[in-house]
Structure formats: structure tokens, C-alpha cells
């Protein structure tokens, strides 16, 4: 994560929409440094209250992309990077499951900004987007709910989870499907894919350079059919091979959602 990011707590009305706030504010006469994000597959709002910071995504270099005054962003399928130069002042909301869908924000977004930008502190800008989010935050809805409680079956990788909640929903796989490209604009099998490959990035992520490397272990942990197989995933998420990636991340700040 960088030097300069602080995670602040939400308001517990909004524990199954926003992960956390996010703020990350660099002083003037620092070095200018590019971090990277990992692949989510949720959506992010940005509040830009300093310079314009450019950005890119899996391998490809720094270009003309800018997120100026709020940007969202997401889902988030590949590995975005990030430019942090002097005076880099960013607001960020991580939001989880269907939160995003479930508050009133995108279509006010410059409001909001302006409204921010005027107030001095962190605290106030987080107070008032408390305020905001809490007061238009709706229930989930109810097709989406067998998604939902059906979440803890996606972690299992002997279990079939689109006829899982099916059958505990008693709703067709058909159904299954559709909501989820409805709720979440990605199918099931690319979930499932993407849950994989975020459990291998966390356990890549906390190796020393000291340390002996077993990618095949991991191919086999995970239930890859082979190398090629597992560079593959890298390469798709990240834009890099897992041995670039890994050096990426020794040289480099690398934030991953843990969430």
C-alpha cells in the first residue's frame, strides 16, 4: 500500500456497501512514484482534489488517461496504475458486493466534489459523505439476495455454487446466471476464476526475496492445469508474467483488497 494512504473506518450503516474510506495525500517536494492496484471486480469513486493523476492499466504505460476532478471506476477486471506526484490529494470509496448500486452518488458526483473540495480537513469531507451516502442508501434487492447469501459458497472449490443457490433459492442455474451479469456485469465462472486468482496474489504478495519461490506449488494448491496455465491468469489480471510481477512488487508499492 503507499506511503501515503490512510484507510479510515465507515459508519456501520454502510458496512455491506463500502469497504472503507480511502485517503492518500502526498506532500509538496516528494518524489514522484507509480503504484499499482489490484484487480477487484468492484466499483471505486474518486475524488481528485489536487492535480490531475494519470493512470493506466496491466502493463501498459502512463498515456494520456487523467482522472481530474471524480472518475469511477470499475469493475476493476485488470491491475491499475497509478501516478502520485506533489500535491496529490485523493478521496477514494471502495464500495463491496452491490453497494455502489445501492446509493445515490454518480449522478451528483460534481456536486459532491465541489462540496468537498471546499472543507479544510479529511474528517469534515468523510462526515459529509457519511451523511450523504446514509441518507439515499436503499435496501438490497430482493433478486439479489440468494446471490449474496450464496457468497460463502464461492470459496469452495468443491462445490458447483450457481447450483448451490439455486437450489437453496429454488430458482433455476439459468436464473442464477442471468442475475448475476444483471448485479454484478461478470458470470459466475468469471468470479470464480478471478476469486482464485486473487487468493494466489495474497499468498504471492507475502513471499521474501529470501525465500525459496514454488510456482508449481501453487499450480497445484489452486488447481491450475499447469504452468502455462497460471501465467495465463498473471498476464490477463496484470499484463506481466508471475516472475515480472513479482519483481514489480519488491520494486514497487502494491495495494491489494484483503476484504
Known sequence: MDTFGMKYAVDPRLENALGHF???????????????LAPSLE?????????????????KEMGPQQIFQTSVVGPLQQMMNYELIPG???LILP??????????????????????????????????????????ITDTDAASLPLLQGIPDLHHTTINPVKSIAVKAAITERSVQQRFKKYTGYSPKALLRFLRFK???????????????????LITKYGYHDQ????????????????????????????????
Not at 239 to 258: A, D, T, Y
Open 22 to 36: 480511502y485517503v492518500i495525500r502526498v506532500p509538496e517536494h516528494t518524489e514522484t512514484t507509480i503504484q499499482h
Open 43 to 59: 466499483m471505486m469513486v474518486v475524488f481528485n482534489f489536487g492535480p490531475p493523476v494519470r493512470f493506466s492499466f496491466a502493463d
Open 88 to 90: 496529490t490529494d485523493l
Open 95 to 136: 464500495f463491496i458486493l452491490d453497494g455502489y448500486y445501492r446509493v445515490s452518488i454518480n449522478s451528483c458526483l460534481a456536486d459532491l466534489w465541489h462540496l468537498l473540495a471546499a472543507l479544510p480537513t479529511t474528517e469534515g469531507r468523510l462526515q459529509v459523505l457519511t451523511e450523504h451516502l446514509v441518507s439515499t
Open 199 to 217: 487468493q494466489v496474489l495474497q499468498e504471492v504478495t507475502g513471499w521474501k526475496k529470501t525465500e525459496k519461490k514454488s510456482w508449481f506449488a
Open 228 to 259: 502455462s496455465h497460471l501465467i495465463k491468469d498473471f498476464k490477463y489480471y496484470t499484463g506481466v508474467s508471475p516472475k515480472r510481477f513479482l519483481k514489480l512488487h519488491w520494486e514497487s508499492v502494491f495495494c491489494i483488497n484483503r476484504e
